[in-house]
């Protein structure tokens, strides 16, 4: 039999062959089977009947066609995709978890903007230049460019309830200091106390989440909607400040005091919620 172009010979008496190409005689008479339809199983796909005849090499692309034995369909033979727990497997509790969180990232913005508000009530009673207010203002953030780094380290030692717990606390602390401030420096130090317990909150926070939901979906939406809680503690302190809370206390510490009440409210509703213990199921494996 003479040579086609592009057929390799096989080394028997001429005969050409290859990929998915059978041999002359009685091999023309028998249908491509993979080994593992020999065995009477289709990777991922079924079972299909055991048949007769000998294996034929395949391109790595190509795996038995399910329905049809014998023929090959073109794909990955190894594709994997995202799989989420089934809807049984799901921890319900994991949505009162996650309030807590928001409770405690939505404190976070309202004490973290307590002070832009009524920033001349605060200057006139310290008697703070707008140089001396700017750089009291910016002060937690300087903070936290240096203890964000470790603070991830911090919650894996300490755990995600007790972390975001003292985190909390730091940051009650921060606003609590600041109404008792007497002058800049006090004052300063009042603000800085900020940077020291916001990481410890941010770098738990997708800890959390990552901890109590196991569909992949949930994640995403819970991962975005924290998000949003320092904002909205944000702009709800810098509406309600002047409006409702200075006309009410008369104060801008009371105020401040007031507006710091609220992550004493949210570490209390943390710890209550956090009491119970995340599913096995849903923890990431260690490593």
């Known amino acids: 039999m003479p040579e086609l172009p592009g057929q390799p010979l096989d080394g028997r008496r001429g005969r050409t062959g290859g990929i998915e190409q059978a041999a002359e005689g009685d091999d023309q008479e028998r249908s491509f089977q993979p080994a593992a339809a020999r065995t009477g ?3 991922g796909e079924g079972v299909v009947p055991l048949r007769a005849g ?8 190509r795996i038995a066609h399910p329905a049809r034995p014998g023929t090959v ?8 995709r995202p799989v989420s727990a089934p809807a049984a497997d799901r921890d319900p509790y994991r949505w009162a978890v996650f309030s807590g969180l928001f409770g405690l990232y939505f404190a976070f913005g309202v004490v ?13 009673d310290l008697g703070l230049s707008r140089g001396g207010m700017g750089l009291a203002l ?8 240096a203890t964000a780094p470790p603070a991830g380290r911090v919650v894996d030692r300490l755990g995600l309830r007790r972390s975001l717990a003292i985190g909390a606390l730091v940051i009650l602390a921060s606003g609590l200091a600041r109404a008792s401030a007497g002058g800049l420096v006090g004052f300063w130090s009042a603000i800085a106390l900020f940077g020291i317990g916001g990481p410890l909150i941010s770098a738990g926070a997708p800890k959390v989440v990552s901890t109590w939901f196991s569909d992949e979906h949930e994640r995403r939406f819970a991962v975005g909607a924290y998000n949003t809680a ?3 503690g944000g702009m709800a302190t810098l509406v309600l400040s002047n409006s409702v809370f200075m006309p009410l206390t008369g104060s801008w510490r009371l105020t401040v005091a007031f507006e710091s009440a609220a992550m004493l409210v949210a570490v209390t509703a943390w710890l209550v919620v956090t009491r119970r213990k995340p599913p096995t199921a849903a923890m ?3 490593g």
Do not use: F, N
């Not at 369909?73 to 994997?80: D, I, L, P, S």
């Not at 973290?112 to 006139?124: F, K, L, T, Y």
């Not at 002060?139 to 460019?145: D, E, F």
């Open 230 to 232: 320092p904002v909205l």
């Open 138 to 145: 910016g002060a937690w953030q300087l903070v936290y460019i």
């Open 41 to 43: 199983r289709v990777l």
């Open 54 to 61: 000998p294996a034929k090499l395949v391109h790595a692309d």
């Open 73 to 80: 369909r073109v794909g990955a033979a190894w594709e994997h």
């Open 284 to 286: 990431p494996a260690p």
């Open 112 to 124: 973290a903007m307590s002070i832009p508000p009524i920033v001349g009530e605060v200057r006139a």
